[in-house]
């Protein structure tokens, strides 16, 4: 982008100030908001003055662009509205504009038939075009967007002007235009048919086949789509010579100047690899070799074998691509499955190239062999006499492969030549035949030849594999087998085709999913509806939820060639997961040869491959091929093999831990198949090792699939209520981990488990009181959470349950500290370490389990902050010291994480930056591992206190915001005035002090309400500042918190909160 007065060119500045003008000359004329100038400059982060930086650029940029405007008249170029900014400039005066207006006119006049103006017009759009349109600043969302679509009106535009000039017979004037555009466009099939129709006027019908065969070929590995019929009509009419419609073919001596002899061309040199090309450097690189040693003269062989859409076609594209007009010559030959293909196809469309592009040396090299041409050439030899390889005996069949390999050699010492055969898989067998002759011939000449196969029809086609392995096994001949992409060439990929910010988790998922095969990675967009949805937030999570179309088609292809046992077999492994294990399959079939032979089927088809390191286990080579699999089942039949699968692993004499999981899976996918009593049991065994294994998500995945099939047993069943009690406690426990102990679910669990009491006749138990308790505790209900730390003080008799000893001490410690009163809370935190260093020396994990954290941790944790706020450092590190120790590696992560929120927190009030950032980066990484959302939360919020002590305000503003949001879902407010002072601070150090008074304001409403005095303590670096920005008076650790001055102090606060304090933090 540039700004011009006649010849002269001003500068605009740094890409942000050019940034600035692009987005206001995309909506110009018209008011541009000032947040949306900021959001699309500086997106999530912005400086802390955003409006003053905004100013400041837009004042550079009126300097920039005072040549313009009339004397003393520079603002109003730049004009600022009441909300907003407008750039104003008149559309003659941008050239996107006038590029525009032109294109539009010039369509109209194409539209009418005045071809010649058309014409002009948009030869003058198109002279306008100087590059890509912000190319330099495609970082800006708006911009990039822009710049696209101006790209699609100058293709438009393009290929309005290439009709206006075929309608006037000039094909000589787009030609060029349209090879190069085409080159970069490949599957735009307009523009694609326009080039044909032009190389066939200038005489050039075998490079207008090319420019087809290429179309097709692209469209189908990279789009999984036919060309349109439109094309495959044109490309009749060209087979055909038939395309007078169109325009008449070119005169004699315009055919005979196209035919003349043409120079020598220059020798091949490495070309740079093209758009959307990723990997395959070391592949190519032997390719050229290949293509350099041809043109010295000492032709070799090379096959590419890989799956279908691994990109060989692709390879061979980035290798002939370069050679246009260079040594060699390049000739293509593909073959076709289906019925009514003809003998020797690929070497038909080779021989009748080489006629149309070099007709006299052909003709030449051909006239001593007469009619040995003819089954691939008929026209040479009279209907009457043709015959078909089948009828034609040995020695003429020879005299065939003799000719064609004679022709194809006299003509490549004429000029090098490069053969590439394409889909030999689907050769016939008198063209593999040729073609081992031909690999025996042309070494010491200048022909090369590259050939493309699958390497998984190989195996189950004898005659391919035999034919073929003859010429693979020549030691002249290179094999090239071509595996999936890696992750990062994944990447280089999509972003060749998306541009950058895409997200590692979507690479990742691409990756996974295609095993890096790049025509699956092109379906797999499609689910997400082309490039643009790679930004959607949730595209990771959709590429892994459907199969694309185009690949179930592709794969269905492949499994129709498999023996129809071969395939039941391989349905029956799709229903055993993407992992097979040979032991199981066996005993689910029960016929060991037959699966063996299906088995090796499908590893010969590249469906299945053996473990490297264990001989009875078998993978899918795709996951995509498993799915397919088992979509291609009904519901009736996936349910059966579910639970013949299920009772199968039941049956064995002991199911070992790593098959409790898979066994649950079958018996819940078997339905209907598998009575529920039947089901039950391996889904409450999987249930319980997740939990074991801290998996607390599958865990609660398990427990809510046994609790749906507890409804499904019979009516009066005696044993359905204590189970039930026992699921809602379970369920409770791994919600309240997951998502904290305020978590309105877990809170119903535990309810709806006192209320079976009544039911199952059993007395409130301990665990469930204690929940109940923290839940209360959490949400800031302290008055209910006495009454149940007060009934488990009244159950802790002459033998006490620990969890309610340690109940009854914790919860009461915590009720007091929050109120202030930090003498008494300490005594019964410091009775709760006590019974709870006692009771774990014994019971610990069942204990913890019992209690939902090991209660050294949890009577730890506020015991440490009560020491600090009363000024006992010294006791207050021990604590620390001492939870630090319990938290070790081998601790829950429950229990990790919630003593380096404590370490975290307290290393933040005493200014630590450095402890805060590393102890709470550790903590996030523990959490987010065990899914435990409530504690991330909470950790992330120390991590933004520190990002915005180390200069990072705001961004550590929006971390605290987003985990104060997270800990909103679950009715968390413990803590929450502590919280509000940590973010109070972050503000204050990001400069936003009115948004940091709104935050005190609000923590003082919020202490007020809930009477949590110990949050006014004058330690805590937040009533400092508090006292700095709000000149509140705060009261000291020993005063009585009741005075008149808190209830004045609860009166402004409750203004203060009427007045949307509150908004900035909930």
Known sequence: MTAQLGEREFPLGPPRRRALLGLLLIQLGRTVSTGQLVEELWGEHPPRQAKASLQSYVSHLRTALAPMAAPGAAESLVRHVASGYVLDLDEEQVDAYRFESLVARGRRLQREHEFPAARALLTEALELWRGAPYADLTEYGPLAGEGARLEQVRLTAVETRADACLMLRQPEAVVAELEREAGRYPLRERL???????????????????????????????????????????????????????????????????????????????????????????????????????????????????????????????????????????????????????????????????????????????????????????????????????????????????AVCEVLLALADRRPLLVLLEDLHWADAPSLDLLRLLTTRQHGRPLGLVMTARDSDIGTNPVLSQKLGEVLRDPRTEALRLGGLSEAEVGVLVRSKAGSGISAAVTSALHERSKGNPYFVAQLLSLLGGTNGLHDPHAARLLLARVPSGVREVLRQRFATLPAEALRTLRTCAVLGTEVDLRLLNEITGEDRSTRAAVESAVLAQLLRADAHHPDLLHFTHALVQETLYEELDQEQRALLHAQVARTLLDRSYVPDEDVEQVAHHAWEAGCEMPAKEALPSLLRAAEQAEQRLAYEQAETWLRRAMCLLRELPAGNPATPGLDQRLQIQLGQVLALIRGYGDAEAEVAFNRSRELNAVTGTPDRAPVLWALCAAHLVTGRYEESLAFSGRLREMSGSDPDPVAVLGAAYGQGIVLHVRGELPAALAELERGVSAADRFCSGQGNTLAKAFQHDPRVSCRSYDAFTHWLLGDQRAAMERREELIALAGRDARPSDRSFALYVDAVLAGLEGDVERVERVGTLGVEVAAEAGLRYWKAMLEICLGWADAHRGDGGAGVARIQAALAVLRTSRTLLRLPLHLGLLAEAQHHAGQLADAQVTLRSLNAEVEQRSEYVYLNPRLPAARLSAELLGTELLGTDAPVRSGRARSGRARSGRARSAGAAGQVR
């Open 192 to 402: 694609v048919g326009q080039l044909m129709t032009a190389l066939y006027r200038l005489g050039r019908q075998a490079d207008a086949l090319f420019v087809y065969e290429r179309t097709r070929t692209s469209l189908l590995e990279e789009l999984g789509v036919a060309v349109s019929e439109e094309l495959q009509e044109l490309h009749g009419a060209i087979l055909r010579q038939e395309l007078d419609g169109r325009g008449s073919p070119p005169g004699d001596a315009e055919r005979a100047c196209v035919h003349e002899r043409a120079p020598e061309p220059p020798a091949f040199t490495e070309a740079p690899k093209t758009r959307g090309f990723a990997g395959r450097e070391g592949e190519l690189l032997e390719l050229r070799s290949l293509v350099a040693d041809t043109v010295d003269g000492d032709g070799r062989a090379a096959a590419v074998l890989g799956e279908a859409g691994i990109g060989k076609t692709r390879l061979l594209l980035e290798l002939a691509t370069p050679l246009k007009n260079r040594a060699p010559d390049v000739m293509w030959g593909r073959c076709f499955a289906g019925q009514g293909v003809p003998p020797y196809w690929p070497w038909a469309q080779v021989l009748r190239q080489l006629s149309a592009r070099r007709p006299e040396d052909f003709t030449a090299a051909a006239a001593r062999f007469g009619t040995a041409l003819a089954p691939l050439i008929p026209e040479l030899l009279p209907a009457a006499e043709q015959q078909t390889p089948e009828e034609a005996g040995a020695q003429e069949r020879f005299r065939t492969y003799d």
